[in-house]
């Protein structure tokens, strides 16, 4: 299973971006793609999840409002909408998939493949 995010890149405050998370070799038919972020100097953090086998979306409540997950089955991708972006979002983001029917989507131990990530930057 490869994961290969993009989309990310230098955004004012306000601004949007559109991050994508492309899948390849998933064999599973039910399984979850989460999306994660860490700042310099912190913990890696859960944004939001969305479930394949009904489409059920998650979100953390820091970015409820402002941020959209959303995927095209067509083309094996997941999509983060994010909305009036803040300094404060700045990090790298990874996307990240939990084989099998998804247990606690906020945990990250409960993923099994993650991609590399991409940064992504909010001046303010």
């Known amino acids: 299973v490869q994961l290969v995010e993009s989309g990310g890149g230098l955004v004012q405050a306000g601004g949007s971006l559109r991050l994508s998370c492309e899948i390849s070799?998933?064999?599973?038919?039910?399984?979850?793609i989460g999306w994660f972020r860490q700042a310099p100097g912190k913990e890696r953090e859960v944004i939001s999840c969305?479930?394949?086998?009904?489409?059920?979306?998650y979100y953390k409540d820091f970015v409820k409002g402002r941020f959209t997950i959303s995927s095209d089955t067509s083309k094996n991708t997941v999509y983060l909408q994010m909305n009036d972006l803040k300094p404060e979002d700045t990090a790298v983001y990874y996307c990240?998939?939990?084989?099998?029917?998804?247990?606690?989507?906020?945990?990250?131990?409960?993923?099994?493949?993650w991609g590399q990530g991409t940064q992504v930057t909010v001046s303010s």
């Open positions: 070799g998933l064999t599973f038919d039910d399984y979850g």
């Open positions: 969305i479930d394949s086998t009904d489409g059920s979306t």
């Open positions: 990240a998939a939990d084989l099998g029917q998804i247990g606690n989507w906020y945990d990250d131990y409960e993923y099994d493949y």
